[in-house]
C-alpha cells in the first residue's frame, strides 16, 4: 500500500487498559507492528498512538482516514457511522457480518481471521480504493436510516 498508494498507516491500539476483561490489550501487537517496520524504507510512513484516546476521539480520528482496516468491530463501527469506509477483520464468527449487514453490500469488506491472507487483503483494499466514492454514499444513506431507526426505537421505550 505505501509502494502502490503513498499510503501512510496510522495504527490505534483501542484497547490499552493494562488489565482489560479478557487480559488482552492491543498495545503490545499494535508495537509489534510498527517495530516490524524499523529499520526499513516504510518507517517513515508508519505512526502509532498508545494514547488512552475516549470513543469520541478515536472516532474523530478515524473520520480523516481515507479507510480503515480494523479487528476491533467498535473501531469499525465508529469509522463507519462517520461514512468512512472500514474492512473488518472479523474474529468474532457471525458477529461481524450480523451487525455490518445493516449496511448495504458491506459484507464484501468483511475477512474472517481465520480465512486472512495477503491476496484477500489486497484484493479487498483495492476494491476499497476503486468502489471508495459509492460506499461512502452508500454509508450515508445507510447512517440516516439507522439513526432515524434508533430515534424511532428509542422513543418506544419512553
Given at each position: 500500500c505505501i509502494d502502490n498508494y503513498k499510503a501512510i498507516i496510522h495504527i490505534f491500539p483501542q484497547v490499552s487498559a493494562e488489565l482489560s476483561h479478557t487480559g488482552h490489550n492491543d498495545i503490545k501487537i499494535s508495537r509489534e507492528i510498527r517495530d516490524g517496520f524499523i529499520g526499513t524504507k516504510y518507517?517513515?510512513?508508519?505512526?502509532?498512538?498508545?494514547?488512552?484516546?475516549?470513543?469520541?476521539?478515536?472516532?474523530s480520528l478515524y473520520s480523516q482516514?481515507?479507510?480503515?482496516?480494523?479487528?476491533?468491530?467498535?473501531?469499525?463501527?465508529?469509522?463507519?457511522?462517520?461514512?468512512?469506509?472500514?474492512?473488518?477483520?472479523a474474529y468474532h464468527g457471525t458477529k461481524s457480518l450480523g451487525i455490518l449487514s445493516a449496511l448495504t453490500d458491506y459484507d464484501k469488506y468483511v475477512i474472517d481471521i481465520n480465512d486472512i491472507n495477503f491476496d484477500k487483503l489486497l484484493k479487498t483494499i483495492k476494491l476499497i480504493i476503486k468502489n471508495k466514492n459509492l460506499?461512502?454514499?452508500?454509508?450515508?444513506?445507510?447512517?440516516?436510516?439507522i439513526k432515524s431507526d434508533l430515534l424511532i426505537a428509542m422513543k418506544d421505550v419512553y
Open positions: 518507517e517513515k510512513y508508519i505512526y502509532f498512538y498508545d494514547e488512552d484516546w475516549t470513543p469520541t476521539q478515536l472516532k482516514m481515507e479507510f480503515l482496516i480494523g479487528t476491533r468491530l467498535h473501531s469499525v463501527i465508529f469509522t463507519l457511522s462517520t461514512s468512512t469506509p472500514a474492512i473488518n477483520i460506499i461512502i454514499q452508500k454509508l450515508k444513506e445507510d447512517n440516516i436510516k
